[in-house]
């Protein structure tokens, strides 16, 4: 999609000495201890981090901004204790006469001050952009009028933007917008550490709340008329007609490119797919997340696994708490159908196979082509999700010689929350996988992808 920039922090000092000690289940360069406690890792103790209010603003930092501003806090407090040890060693060393000891241990301060600073120049930058999209969440709410006769009437669906470029820099940037469509019931609150992904590794993104979202208003019948139609086309036509309007927003605080990236997760990802199989829909690059309905699981069993197996591993920690399961507080301004009626009739869509393999031979973006799983995903059985890709793309490219190959992504570890636990790392990784050798198949571990900007920034990756 686009080449890395930058050029990652250097944690070596002048000999080389750089003790490795994990942060927060991370390992990287001039932490003071071993951090294991996931109570911890959700700091809502730390700096700015109680509640208070945005600087300048009445808005209070979201679970996922503080899950971020906290990690960088603790970073900073790990850094700054290995500073303070290797002082007290040196002042220890050179009073015992251990003159070697005593210049290695001043070695490994000077090193972790100079990591110390860089560290805290981007730190800040990532704090402050943080804020901006904290911000944005509230200020940057459109509700586009569809009126979809097929669905029942006139919609207003909200959309949300995230950009940290004025409209000045955006109409300068050749890089697509990205199209985010979240998962089950979701909008970009919900859906904020993968959206602000996104937006932290300087794209604009839009994202479309899902159909019967309260931050959206939909006329009575859409349920049932989507239950009748028992596919997905519904939705991902109502999707391409909010792009279309967003496109020719005369305001440019909304107006997103002619150019677009599909990016989704979950429900998402599956209707994102299914507007990707569609000719005349053009589109740059395809990133999709733990998509469902590529296989056909049944829907008691898909109830229990999203709900009960996948959904109580998700309150286990703080980390995950935060960011698939909490949510940024957001207006509602409609009534939507209970979970039990929308499951009632979402259930069966969402269990049974909508992309089929001649969808799959049909899609065909321009830059990229990627499909993100956790292996150990019950929703989606990751492999089981991956074999249908696998098996279509050697007709796929026959049928589209000039085809971008396909890149799936596997995730050992990985579970269907992991494009929000470690969005940053999934970002990273699809923004520079396609300047690589593509292969088919390419294995990931969790530990391998940045779950905070913290981590990103001290692996020295961009999307931070």
């Known amino acids: 999609m686009t080449e890395r920039v930058g050029e990652p922090i250097q944690s070596e000092t002048r000999q080389g000495i750089v003790p490795q000690i994990k942060l927060g289940r991370r390992r990287t360069p001039f932490s003071k201890s071993v951090l294991t406690r996931e109570t911890e890792i959700l700091s809502t103790r730390t700096r700015d981090a109680e509640g208070k209010p945005i600087k300048g ?14 990690e960088i806090v603790r970073a900073y ?17 050179f009073a015992s006469g251990q003159d ?25 930058k990532t704090e402050a952009d943080l804020d901006i999209l904290n911000r944005q969440l509230y200020d940057n709410e459109k509700r586009i009028s569809i009126d979809d006769p097929e669905l029942g009437g006139k919609h207003e669906v909200s959309v949300i933007i995230l950009d940290l470029k004025s409209p000045e820099e955006r109409a300068k940037d050749p890089r697509p917008t990205i199209v985010n469509l979240p998962g ?3 909008n970009a609150h919900n859906d904020a550490a993968f959206s602000m992904a996104w937006a932290l590794a300087g ?22 008329l989507m239950g009748e139609d028992g596919t997905l086309r519904l939705h991902a036509n109502l999707n391409k007609q909010v792009i279309h309007k967003l496109q020719e927003d005369p305001n440019p605080k909304f107006r997103i490119g002619k150019k677009i990236s599909l990016v989704g997760t979950s429900r998402g990802a ?29 829907t008691a069993k898909q109830i229990v696994d999203f709900m009960i197996r996948e959904g109580i591993g998700s309150m286990l920690t703080a980390e995950k708490r935060a960011k698939a399961v909490a949510s940024e507080t957001f207006p509602t301004v409609s009534k939507q159908p209970s ?69 799936v992504h596997m995730v050992e570890g990985g579970h269907h929350d992991m494009p929000y636990s470690h969005s940053l790392g999934l970002v990273y990784e699809a923004l520079g996988n396609h300047s690589r050798t593509r292969k088919e198949v390419t294995r990931h571990t969790l530990d391998g992808l940045s779950n905070s900007a913290a981590q990103s920034i001290l692996r020295g990756e961009k999307a931070a």
């Not at 979402?346 to 973006?365: C, F, H, M, V, Y």
């Not at 993100?372 to 249908?388: F, I, N, Y």
């Open 57 to 70: 603003t009445g808005l209070k930092r979201g679970p996922v901004t503080r899950f971020e501003r906290g």
């Open 100 to 124: 070697e000891a005593g210049f290695q241990a001043l070695e490994v301060k000077l090193g972790a001050k100079d990591f110390l600073a860089k560290f805290r120049r981007k730190a800040r």
């Open 339 to 407: 979970l039990l009626e929308i499951g009632k009739v979402l259930g069966p869509i969402l269990s049974k196979r909508q992309i089929t393999d001649e969808k799959l031979t049909a899609i065909n973006p321009r830059r990229s082509y990627q499909i993100w799983l956790g292996a150990d995903s019950k929703v989606t059985g990751g492999e089981a999700t991956m074999r249908p890709f696998i098996r279509m793309e050697k007709e796929r490219r026959r049928l589209h010689p000039d085809a971008i190959p396909l890149e």
């Open 203 to 224: 794209y604009q993104v839009g994202t479309i709340a899902n159909l019967g979202n309260e931050m959206s208003v939909s006329p009575a019948d859409w349920l049932r």
């Open 270 to 298: 599956a209707v994102a797919l299914e507007m990707a199989s569609d000719p005349s829909f053009e589109t740059e690059d395809v990133v999709v997340a733990e998509p469902v309905t590529v296989i056909d699981k049944g």
């Open 184 to 186: 089950f019931l979701s």
């Open 77 to 93: 407090r790990l850094i700054r204790g290995q500073i303070d040890d290797a002082t007290q060693a040196a002042a220890v060393n």
